[in-house]
């Protein structure tokens, strides 16, 4: 039998997968004092849900600033498509007549340039249910304020619970970048995984959603975080990794796009390799775990979503 501790994920030392999300989240204030990473800005980019204004709701539009009621509740006047921000072309010059220039010179070619696909470029996240419930009180969890941190407090054990219906659930909150939503759903789910047992294997249909919703944001902070949470699900109990492969269509084509994202940096040294957030080492990582634990059909399956991905089982 395949257990976590075989292979070194439940006996890690230092801080839980949690809070190194919250090492980084302190480490990019130091780094970057200007706020150009803060959640702030990417809330204004409308990349993250902005969320409520207050904890009773919303201020009614009569009450919000003037300034702020005027950029949430006016129609935005700029072009939704690449499409529609060159339909107007460029203006005429001062020296033309029925759109010929007067001047002997041609005039230079005004074409737009083709957009960019932005295969890599991130998508809006969507407000999880996770945070929906959490805000209703409807998840058994809270924080631990202890001496040490990175722990969740619940209120039920753990065994008690019903996996069908709070696995998706925290499952959901992994795309989630704002604490303590963040905080709780990947303690949470890091948590019931470890305690889960036989109860995981029934419930993996239920998690492909949010495993694809979560993957399709584009983000590298959220990939790596669901991969992290993809190895744990498949090294959690026995079938776990067969019972993905007939969802590998709904999966893997994110990992083909951000499988060779790594990071150059010549003949430097990389000293965050602890962290683990190589997009492309953990996507090389993760489907190993596939194809060691998914059974005979796994590979086929992995090489038809990836082509280019080769074997480490066969030889």
Excluded at 265 to 282: T, V, W
Aim: charged share 25%; with cysteine; proline share 8%.
């Amino acid at each position: 039998m395949t257990s976590l501790a075989q292979h070194g994920l439940s006996t890690l030392r230092g801080p839980s997968p949690a809070g190194t999300l919250l090492i980084e989240d302190a480490l990019k204030k130091i780094v970057y004092r200007d706020g150009s990473k803060s959640l702030r800005v990417e809330k204004q980019k409308g990349l993250i849900p902005k969320g409520h204004h207050s904890v009773f709701g919303d201020f009614p539009p009569d009450y919000m600033p003037q300034q702020l009621s005027a950029r949430t509740m006016s129609p935005s006047a700029a072009p939704t498509s690449p499409r529609n921000a060159t339909e107007k072309g460029p203006k005429s010059p001062k020296g033309s007549s029925g759109g010929m220039v007067v001047s002997g010179r041609r005039r230079p070619n005004t074409a737009p340039a083709p957009p960019r696909a932005g295969a890599w470029s991130r998508r809006p996240v969507t407000t999880s249910e996770f945070r929906r419930f959490y805000d209703r009180g409807d998840l058994p969890i809270q924080i631990h304020h202890g001496a040490v941190g990175g722990k969740i407090a619940w209120r039920v054990e753990l065994e008690k619970l019903d996996y069908h219906h709070y696995l998706p659930i925290f499952f959901d909150g992994l795309r989630e970048k704002e604490d303590p939503y963040r905080f709780l759903s990947v303690q949470g789910t890091y948590d019931m995984l470890e305690k889960g047992g036989a109860k995981i294997l029934p419930v993996v249909p239920q998690l492909i959603i949010p495993i694809k919703t979560a993957l399709n944001t584009r983000d590298p902070e959220i990939i790596a975080t669901m991969l992290k949470v993809l190895q744990v699900l498949v090294l959690s109990g026995e079938m776990i990794g067969e019972a993905l492969v007939p969802y590998y269509r709904q999966i893997l084509p994110v990992f083909n796009i951000f499988r060779g994202k790594n990071l150059n940096i010549g003949d430097m040294i990389d000293y965050s390799q602890r962290k683990r957030q190589n997009i492309g080492d953990l996507v090389s990582e993760t489907l190993e775990i596939f194809e060691v634990h998914g059974g005979e059909d796994a590979f086929i399956n992995i090489k038809y979503m990836i082509p280019t991905y080769e074997s480490c089982v066969l030889t």
